[in-house]
């Protein structure tokens, strides 16, 4: 039971850690020593299971206590194990989901720069402004790649997010044709862009209010959602060994 216990306290740590807490680097390691352990407590149990022949009173209670502390050990890893393994995958998500993030950031500042180069429509500005928009474009087919990876990494409802980063791919179209416009001396084609553009940008403010106050709270809402009844199930269980434990220490006379 003790040496199974430095993969058993290294998974409740993960287990027990927040989100923002979890090192999910970890996380393979544990769940791969898992089968070994499972291995020792199913002995532990046995041993116990057998210590109990020929006694009663306090040695009785403690061999139960010992096989009891076995399996809700077996018991913990398991759930441990399920936990971890999708916690991992939210995490993931969460890491990718913030990168993609900062290239939408990225491209918004870019369109935002573009925008100022042309209210002075001379070649030279219009160049300029062109070459950020496309820019702005790399980035946010980078972001919309990254985003598909999200999603099949960890399913949540990511449906503002997916929403702006689709109006701010229109918004760079329109303000690349308005460009493109500018250069040939279409007036109409320009301004017809431009005002669509404008749209755009409206829109993408609109749903920019609409967003989660961080890129994470999405995959977090549905980890809860979807782990709740293991948490809980997992925390029983490790109360249920804890009470083992104490018994077996005052049976044993060991301390802590």
Same mark, same amino acid.
């Given at each position: 039971?003790? *040496? @199974? &216990?430095?993969?058993?306290?290294? +998974?409740? $740590? %993960? !287990?027990?850690?927040?989100?923002?807490?979890?090192?999910?680097?970890?996380?393979?390691?544990?769940?791969?020593?898992?089968?070994?352990?499972?291995?020792?407590?199913?002995?532990?149990?046995?041993?116990?299971?057998?210590?109990?022949?020929?006694?009663?009173?306090?040695?009785?209670?403690?061999?139960?206590?010992?096989?009891?502390?076995?399996?809700?050990?077996?018991?913990?890893?398991?759930?441990?194990?399920?936990?971890?393994?999708?916690?991992?995958?939210?995490?993931?998500?969460?890491?990718?989901?913030?990168?993609?993030?900062?290239?939408?950031? *990225? @491209? &918004?500042?870019?369109?935002?720069? +573009?925008? $100022? %180069? !042309?209210?002075?429509?001379?070649?030279?500005?219009?160049?300029?402004?062109?070459?950020?928009?496309?820019?702005?474009?790399?980035?946010?087919?980078?972001?919309?790649?990254?985003?598909?990876?999200?999603?099949?990494?960890?399913?949540?409802?990511?449906?503002?997010?997916?929403?702006?980063?689709?109006?701010?791919?229109?918004?760079?179209?329109?303000?690349?044709?308005?460009?493109?416009?500018?250069?040939?001396?279409?007036?109409?084609?320009?301004?017809?862009?431009?005002?669509?553009?404008?749209?755009?940008?409206?829109?993408?403010?609109?749903?920019?209010?609409?967003?989660?106050?961080?890129?994470? +709270?999405?995959?977090?809402?549905?980890?809860?959602?979807?782990?709740?009844?293991?948490?809980?199930?997992?925390?029983?269980?490790?109360?249920?060994?804890?009470?083992?434990?104490?018994?077996?220490?005052?049976?044993?006379?060991?301390?802590?």
């Amino acid at each position: 039971l003790t *040496s @199974a &216990d430095e993969v058993v306290l290294a +998974a409740d $740590e %993960l !287990v027990v850690a927040s989100f923002d807490d979890l090192d999910e680097s970890k996380i393979p390691d544990v769940i791969g020593k898992i089968p070994d352990v499972d291995v020792k407590l199913s002995a532990a149990k046995s041993f116990a299971e057998s210590a109990k022949e020929g006694v009663s009173g306090d040695d009785e209670k403690a061999a139960d206590q010992l096989a009891a502390s076995a399996e809700a050990r077996k018991t913990m890893l398991e759930l441990a194990e399920a936990i971890l393994t999708e916690e991992q995958a939210a995490k993931q998500a969460s890491n990718l989901m913030a990168s993609c993030w900062e290239n939408v950031l *990225s @491209a &918004d500042a870019l369109l935002r720069e +573009a925008a $100022e %180069l !042309v209210t002075d429509t001379n070649e030279e500005n219009t160049r300029a402004s062109q070459k950020k928009c496309e820019q702005a474009r790399e980035l946010l087919t980078q972001a919309s790649s990254q985003f598909e990876q999200v999603q099949a990494l960890y399913p949540a409802d990511y449906g503002p997010f997916d929403d702006y980063i689709a109006v701010r791919q229109q918004s760079i179209a329109y303000a690349i044709a308005s460009d493109e416009a500018i250069y040939v001396q279409d007036k109409a084609t320009a301004d017809s862009n431009n005002e669509k553009y404008n749209e755009c940008d409206a829109a993408a403010a609109a749903l920019a209010a609409k967003l989660p106050k961080t890129t994470e +709270a999405p995959i977090v809402a549905a980890l809860d959602e979807s782990l709740g009844d293991s948490r809980q199930q997992y925390m029983e269980i490790r109360s249920q060994a804890a009470a083992c434990d104490a018994f077996l220490r005052d049976y044993l006379g060991i301390g802590g």
